[in-house]
C-alpha cells in the first residue's frame, strides 16, 4: 500500500486525490447526462458542479482543521492547506457545495433540487475514491482495535500505517499494540467499510432519481449518508470521543466508540431529511418540463 500513485521526476500525485477526481469526473458527466435527458441547462450545471467542488474542497479542508486541532500542533501554513495526503471533511465539503448551488439557484432562478439531486451519484463516486485513497495511504480514518473476526492485521508493508500508529507522538496512535515498529493487532477496516457506504449510495441513488418529486434523491442522500457514516463507519473509526458514552476497544473487545463529533452532527441531519421526506411524499408528483436555455453562464464567477 503506498500512497503515491506515480511519480514524474519530483512531482508525485498521491492515490487519495487521484481516485477522487476520477469519481468527481465521471459522478460529473452522469449529471450532465441526466440533466440533458431532463431539459435542464447543462451549461448551468457544469458551472455548478465546477465551483462546487472548489468550494467544497476549501470547505472540507477548513472543517477538517477546525475539528481536528490536534493534528496541527507545530504546523507550518503549508501544512494547512496541504490535502495531498488526505484530511479533508466530508460533511464540510458537502456544506460549502450546498451553499454554491444555493447561490447559483437563487441567481439563475431555477429548482434547486432538480440541479442538486443530479450530483448523488458522483458524490457516492468521490465516497468511494476517498476512502480507497485512505486505504494507500494506511494512517487516515484508522479504525480501532478490535476482537472481532473482522478485524484487519495490517500488512507489514503498509509503512504508512505502522508509521503513524507506533509513534507516541501522533495524537491518535495504538502504539501500546505495536512490535518493532510494527502494529499486530487487528482493527476494524473502517477505511473499507466507506468504500461500502459510497458503492450503497451510488447503487440506492439510481431508485431515488426515478421520483417525480424534486428534492427526493437529495434528502434520501442525506438521511442514508448520516446514518450509514455514523452507524457503520464512525463507530469503529479511532476517532475522540466527543461526549463519552461507551467504549469498549482492544484484542478481546468488540472495538466500538461512542459517540464521536460526527455521529453527533449526524442526529439533526438525519431529523431535518426525515422531515422534509416526509413533506415531500405527500405533495403530489411533478411533471418535469424542458427549462429554457439561458446566456451560458461560465463567464460569472461566484
Known amino acids: 500500500m503506498d ?3 506515480f511519480q514524474i521526476g519530483s512531482f508525485t500525485v498521491a492515490w487519495y486525490g487521484l481516485l477522487i477526481t476520477a469519481g468527481i469526473l465521471v459522478g460529473a458527466w452522469i449529471a450532465t447526462r441526466l440533466a440533458r435527458q431532463r431539459g435542464l441547462d447543462a451549461d448551468l450545471l457544469s458551472d455548478m458542479m465546477f465551483w462546487a467542488v472548489v468550494w467544497g474542497v476549501v470547505g472540507a479542508r477548513i472543517v477538517f482543521v477546525l475539528t481536528s486541532p490536534q493534528n496541527f500542533q507545530g504546523a507550518s501554513l503549508l501544512d494547512y ?21 444555493v447561490y447559483y439557484a437563487r441567481r439563475y432562478k431555477v429548482n434547486f433540487y432538480r440541479y442538486a439531486e443530479l450530483m448523488v451519484p458522483g458524490v457516492g463516486l468521490g465516497i468511494i475514491g476517498g476512502r480507497i485513497g485512505n486505504i494507500m495511504n494506511g494512517s487516515d480514518t ?12 495490517w500488512p507489514a508493508s503498509a509503512r504508512g500505517f505502522h508509521d ?3 509513534n507516541r507522538a501522533v495524537p491518535l496512535n495504538l502504539a501500546e499494540y505495536c512490535q518493532n515498529g ?5 482493527v476494524h477496516f473502517t477505511q473499507l467499510y466507506g468504500v461500502f457506504i459510497g458503492i450503497a449510495i451510488v ?3 439510481v431508485f431515488w432519481l ?11 442522500f442525506w438521511l442514508w449518508y448520516s ?15 466527543t461526549w463519552k458514552v461507551y467504549l469498549s476497544e482492544g484484542p478481546n473487545a468488540p472495538g466500538i466508540g461512542l459517540f464521536t463529533e460526527t455521529q453527533l452532527a449526524s442526529i439533526p441531519l438525519v431529523l431535518i431529511s426525515i422531515y422534509f421526506l416526509i413533506r415531500l411524499r405527500r405533495a403530489p408528483d411533478v411533471q418535469y418540463t424542458p427549462e429554457p436555455q439561458r446566456d451560458h453562464p461560465r463567464k460569472q464567477r461566484v
Open 142 to 153: 484508522v479504525g480501532r482495535v478490535t476482537g472481532w473476526p473482522i478485524g484487519y492485521h
Open 81 to 101: 492547506i496541504n490535502i495531498r495526503q488526505g484530511g479533508i471533511s466530508i460533511h464540510g465539503g458537502l456544506v460549502a457545495g450546498i451553499l454554491v448551488l
Open 164 to 166: 503513524a500508529m507506533c
Open 3 to 5: 500512497p503515491v500513485a
Open 210 to 220: 426515478r421520483s417525480r418529486k424534486p428534492g427526493w434523491a437529495f434528502w434520501q
Open 182 to 186: 510494527v502494529m499486530t493487532a487487528p
Open 227 to 241: 446514518l450509514l457514516r455514523s452507524i457503520g463507519e464512525e463507530t469503529f473509526r479511532l476517532n475522540p470521543l
Open 203 to 205: 447503487i440506492a441513488s
